[in-house]
């Protein structure tokens, strides 16, 4: 059923020029997307197809040599967990299982011998480091203060749909005067509701994406503690907090967050990083409707301007970010047709064009791509009447509904994923919306 890295056409092209030009021995390769995105399984197909010595074109261009092997080592840093490679193997080839949620940093490093044209033996030393792309869309956080951050979630809450999901915590939060004196209990209760808030957003349903702060969503060790426990208020235009009130409160523990969360990740991690790949669940947002692709646009616009954001903050200048090389990858391109493989490449640009401009000006180059890790489908002609209609064939998932039947997890199911918009290369946002709402829903053969 599953085919590590099937050669979907368009994930070699960028990936070898992506790989070109490493002149330097070791390289740090950050992998990010947001949740559910395919960083696991994206990284584990990369590692496999590498230490099997497969043909997977990523280092073919490698000083257009060839590999002579590739083998993983012990990783360098003593406090990152290790990427669990062997486990997430297991799960997919002999169990075949889609790995579990992973909600924290790893990193797994890969020794790679290869000989040059010229007939040299040369080493790379490739460290790859997955973590949530939640975490990106943190470090805007670090040059705002918590009045600039408060006003505009609360901004950002009261348009749809997101205002339904914070009904409850727009209630709650009418009821607390910024300049009255801080009461533990209130800020529980408004962190609580403004964390359901956020975790609504995330639900299918909305699909939404631009949801700092990251680890209100995925709180790990920090789970309870006063620097995950506050959340936006209505504040006046200017002025300074009371000593002692609730604004004062909810304004220390932001500015702890900041200090105990975001700081660190980006002097530790993301300005260590030499390359990036960001996955895109693109499909999952065209899916969800115009409201959702929308978001992602937002959400990538703000995981690419931190990208920029930390050059030009005092903490850039400091730990100078050195990534120089960003690849957009849209994912999961197997529920597509192949033809539909540079629609889909093309949306992901579109929506990101904006965004891409800029980070261009600081100085880093970008691709993007659609690239399918894993085959989990096959395709079909399918002749109805007269016609012929390229179909998806595969499993769905247990449980998982379909043109209003549910699967167990066994039976196969044809889809016809439909037409995605051709032209994006002048279409604005809106026209994206509008062409995606008016796409015909998968149908059920
Ligand atoms: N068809 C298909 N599905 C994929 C592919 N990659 C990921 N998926 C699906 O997407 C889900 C999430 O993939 P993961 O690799 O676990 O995603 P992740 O970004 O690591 O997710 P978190 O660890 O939860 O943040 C999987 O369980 C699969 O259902 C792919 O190449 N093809
Ligand atoms: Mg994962």
């Known amino acids: 059923m599953f085919e590590f890295f099937e050669q979907i056409r368009l994930a070699g092209r960028a ?19 947001l949740s559910r995105a395919g960083k696991t399984v994206f990284i584990t197909a990369l590692i496999h197809a590498l230490t099997r010595g497969g043909r997977f074109p990523v280092f073919e261009a490698l000083a257009t ?21 062997e486990g997430h193997v297991e799960a997919l080839v002999n169990k075949r299982n889609w790995p579990d949620s992973t909600r924290q940093i790893s990193e797994l490093r890969v020794i790679i011998d290869y000989q040059s044209l010229s007939g040299y033996e040369n080493s790379l030393t490739l460290d790859i480091v997955d973590y949530p792309g939640e975490w990106l869309l943190d470090l805007p956080l670090l040059d705002k203060s918590y009045e600039a951050w408060s006003a505009e979630s609360l901004k950002l809450s009261r348009m749809p749909p997101r205002d339904r999901a914070a009904a409850a915590w727009h209630a709650h939060l009418a009821t607390l005067k910024p300049d009255d004196a801080a009461d533990e209990q209130a800020i529980l209760a408004a962190s609580r509701l403004f964390t359901e808030y956020l975790h609504a957003c995330r639900d299918v349903n909305y699909g939404m994406s631009l949801l700092p702060p ?59 990083l030499d390359r990036q790949i960001v996955l895109v669940d693109a499909m999952a947002a065209i899916n969800a409707g115009p409201e959702a692709v929308h978001d992602l646009e937002g959400a990538l616009a703000a995981v690419l301007d931190s990208f920029h954001v930390g050059r030009k903050t005092f903490w850039g200048t400091l730990f100078r970010p050195q990534i120089d090389r960003i690849l957009l990858a849209a994912t999961k391109a197997d529920h597509l047709h192949h033809k539909s493989h540079d629609r889909l490449e093309g949306i992901l640009r579109a929506l990101t064009a904006k965004a891409i401009a800029r980070v261009e000006g600081v100085g880093a180059e970008i691709d993007v791509i659609a690239l399918a890790a894993i085959r989990a489908t096959r395709e079909a002609e399918i002749r109805t009447g007269g016609e012929t209609l390229d179909a998806i064939i595969g499993v769905p998932e247990k449980g998982e509904t ?27 946002r809106e026209r994206i919306s509008e062409v995606l709402s008016g796409r015909p829903p998968a149908e059920l053969w």
């Open 15 to 33: 990936f070898s020029e992506f790989s070109t030009a490493l002149f330097n021995p070791t390289i740090r390769l950050g992998v990010t997307g």
């Open 65 to 85: 040599g060839r590999i002579a092997r590739a083998q993983l080592s012990p990783q360098p840093d003593d406090a990152v967990p290790r990427f669990d490679y």
């Open 214 to 272: 990251g680890r209100f969503l995925m709180p790990g060790e920090l789970a309870g503690s006063p620097a995950l426990t506050f959340a936006p208020l209505d504040l006046p235009g200017d002025g300074l907090p009371p000593p002692g009130s609730l604004w004062a409160m909810m304004q220390r523990r932001y500015d702890a967050y900041i200090d105990i969360v975001v700081r660190p990740f980006f002097r530790d991690h993301f300005a260590r």
């Open 402 to 428: 379909i043109g209003g039947q549910t699967f167990d997890g066994v039976a196969e199911a044809a889809v016809f994923p439909g037409e995605l918009p051709a032209d994006t290369s002048r279409a604005t």
